[in-house]
């Protein structure tokens, strides 16, 4: 790798600085013109996992270029879990701020889409809940792609084990939110912390008894292949400190002076440069990056490999921008086809939610309003969860499953899309309706949650029959790229999640719960028919902050982005890798599934390599 004498320099004063990180920059000078041996688009959760792994070679040379800023002056903002409500990093410069298209199916209106702009991604602003998918889920995966060794459950329990340090619950903490858990599905030395926060509120545990009864069974080991049923989630937590464990902690600040490790932050990279000698399998040499918009560009080289860890959104952004995408979405804003790839930005799935609101009966019911600048008691975030499967939702599951099948063709016909992406659409909706409704699934998500000095109870829709899209509408890689989950274009979503509210109805009556509630004051009496409820849902909806499946797996006759080994269809070298890839909506929170994939990819690149 050649260096500047600038950045030569750099390297020196930081390394004998007490800088708990890989040398960090935020000048696009000290990496222009440089060559390193693998270049990391994005330094976000799967991000930075792939660079540490593949920099714990010393051979290996590693560049990370993250469009945020490094996160260290605003440091509580991410550390601080309780932080996540009450000094949120979203709406801010940590924060890509993007917003959906207008959803007709939602009254006309823009949902907000909040994506760690950071080092650290998502990681580092999210609710920290530590959630993992079921066995059945991930074998859907692997089977949709044919590669049971590398994506089936075994082995991506694996890697989430690998990136896991698990600490058991305070026993006050055990024993009131009814904590149960099996050592042997968690990791112990890897880089993530997970736990249990140090505090809570009375109404938290009952919650999980009443729900028990009434949404799901209690599950005392949610883990290990089956993920649903009423638990306290994990948090990645470190309760040495009672700190947000993130990618950033994790993965990063720990490695300190790994010379071949480069982090540049605070600049967007705004194409990937291709050797195109081999018409049928491109080569990525580099990448172009600046700034901000009439910003000098700078450009990068990469003797091995590029990897695009850049998220759901901004992946089918980067890839359409350069030259990787449907040829008519390219041609019609003249760009130069690189790899006619219709699947990038298709397939985009979102978990749904809304949340009604209650009052407590005491202020303990109620819980926090802010931070109190105690670490133990600022560690406190809402974990308690319940996955429901669809005989809690509806009376008749068979004629709903009809329904969903009956209604594949409209929506495979009503996508627009090229005929590759229809097969694809139509096998994973296939599969969809056929697997994740009956005794396997849980196409609902209930959330407890204490703050703001009251009880909000959400539903998440976890399945969508509906599909979204994602693309450019300029050449400009800084204008915000057409976002479009689609939400309830297919009325059987907006009919699951009404149900997750009547559901949610039924566990607030049952006690113990019901003693520490007073009144429901959201929605409130004015809501109760079928129609009430489905105005309600559309005017208060918005995302979970799960959207996946952009750059899907999938056979690339099936509208597929990467193969089983993450690359790039119709490239020899560029990888994806992150939760843009799962070809499926996961019933889980997508941050473990993130760093499962992250250490997967590493190891893929690691082998081949």
Known sequence: MKLTGSFASLLSIVLTASFAAAITTGNGWDLNGQTYDYIVIGGGTAGLTVAYRLSEDSSNTVAVIEAGDSG????????????????????????????????????????????????????????????????????????????????????????????????????????????????????????????????????????????????????????????????????????????????????????????????????????????????NNVRATGVVYAAGAGQDSHTVNANKEVILSGGTINNPQILQLSGIGETGLLNSLGIDVVVDLPGVGQNLQDHISAGMSFRGKSDADNGPTGLSGNARRDSYVNSAISYTSLDKLVSNTDGFVQRIKDSIDRVVENSNAPAAVKRGLRRTLTRQANELYGSNGAPVEILFNVMFGNINIQAALQHPISRGIIYITSTNPFDAPHIDPGYFNENVDLVLLREGFKLIREIVKESPLSDHIAEETSPGSSVNSNAEWENWIRQNAGTEYHPSCTCAMLPRNQGGVVGSDLKVYGTSNLRVIDASVPPLSMSAHLMSIAFGIGEIGAELILNSN
């Open 72 to 279: 260290y002056d605003d440091n509580d903002k991410f550390t601080v879990p309780a932080a996540a409500l009450y000094n949120s990093a979203t709406n801010t410069k940590y924060d890509w701020q993007w917003k959906t298209v207008r959803q007709p199916n939602m009254n006309n209106r823009q949902a907000s889409w909040p994506r760690g702009k950071v080092l650290g991604g998502s990681s580092a602003i999210n609710g920290l809940y530590y959630v993992r998918q079921s066995e059945h889920q991930q074998n859907i995966w692997a089977d949709l792609i044919g590669d049971y060794d590398t994506w089936g459950w075994g082995n991506m329990l694996a890697a989430m084990k690998k990136s896991q340090h698990f600490v058991g619950p305070r026993s006050s903490i055990q024993s009131s939110n009814h904590i149960e858990y099996n050592d042997n599905s968690h990791g112990h030395n890897g880089p993530i912390y997970t736990s249990w926060p140090g505090y809570t509120y009375p109404p938290v545990g009952a919650f999980i008894r009443s729900a028990q009864k009434v949404s799901a069974d209690f599950n005392n080991d949610p883990y290990n292949g089956e993920s649903h049923g009423t638990y306290m989630s994990l948090s990645t937590i470190n309760p040495s400190s009672w700190t947000r464990s993130f990618a950033r902690t994790g993965y990063l600040d720990g490695v300190r002076g790994r010379r071949n490790l480069h982090v540049l932050t605070g600049h967007t990279v705004t194409k990937i440069n291709f050797d195109r000698s081999d018409s």
